[in-house]
């Protein structure tokens, strides 16, 4: 069985395969916390409307494998958000003080 995880930033993609689910996680959480930390985005105007920084999405990590797409979506001010679906992505809620990346976690090996 293999995990494959695609990482967008911005215009750059990068492409990466992992054979075991923890493995393919913990590469979810280094792509996404070094998206994080990278440059925040400012306002964008469009004709008559406003994008603030945590309305864009400034990055992503992927995961597909068996049944199952997932990911983080890396907001323009740092903010992470993990979700999963296919057509319709559904926000993971946090429980506690966990991180969107422990809540991934959760929610897929549980």
Not at 11 to 36: C, I
Not at 37 to 64: I, K
């Amino acid at each position: 069985m293999s995990w494959r995880i695609v990482v967008r930033n911005g215009p750059r993609v990068e492409k990466h395969r992992e054979d075991d689910l923890a493995t393919a996680l913990d590469l979810v959480e280094r792509e996404g916390r070094a998206l994080a930390a990278g440059p925040g985005r400012g306002t964008v105007t469009m004709r008559a409307r406003e994008f603030s920084p945590q309305q864009q999405v400034a990055g992503r990590v992927e995961l597909t494998g068996p049944g199952i797409r997932a990911g983080v979506d890396v907001r323009g001010n740092g903010d992470t958000e993990a979700w999963r679906g296919r057509l319709r992505r559904q926000v993971v809620e946090q429980e506690g003080r966990e991180s969107p990346y422990q809540a991934l976690r959760r929610v897929l090996e549980g």
